[in-house]
């Protein structure tokens, strides 16, 4: 099965891919992650990458769509994926689409995390401070502020386009992380795996 998950920054996507992972047995791609590894390891895509993630913007689709596509050859994504912070913006869906369209695979459903934003600040806070390994370097109320509008303005407009294709199954991230995880796997039972 090959999945998304959207939502704004802070809504719990990580959290949820994490539970999917446990409960598909299909790896989590998130780019935040691999990226973070490309930073710690002083690779020359973490050199580039580290000073836009600290500052909340968003690292260039050339080097974004490059790495996931890397990704998705492995052989432990031939049984499917969770793709969590990817597609961000519009270059990063088509070339989704044709990375997928080319190996004659077919995307399954996009999950869209809804949040209260309002409330999404203070979850930034929360995670800061009770993250084992100190606050990640982007959990400040600078660089949320600055993910958030980007998220508005480049990976909000995807829902649509996910919408229109009928792969949109939205639910409330507001509920408990053990609720949010149960409303998923209701899509994927009653909506998702009964179209294939
Ligand atoms: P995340 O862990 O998904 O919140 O991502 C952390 C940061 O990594 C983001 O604020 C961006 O700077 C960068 N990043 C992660 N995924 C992407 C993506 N798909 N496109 C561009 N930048 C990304």
Redesign the pocket.
Known sequence: MRLILIGP?GAG??TQAALLVEKLGIPQL????M??AAVAAKTPIGLK?KD??ER??????DI?IGIVADRIDNTDCQQGFIL??????EG?TLALDAMLTQKNLVLDGVIQIKVDESDLLKRIEGRAAESADGPRD?DNAEAFKT?LAIYHKQTRPLIDFFGAKGLLFPVNGMASIEEVHASINKILKNEVLKRN
């Open positions: 920054p996507k990580g998130s780019t935040g992650d990226l973070r990458a836009v993630m909340g913007e968003l690292v260039a689709d974004v969590d912070g990817f597609p961000r913006t990063q982007d993910r």
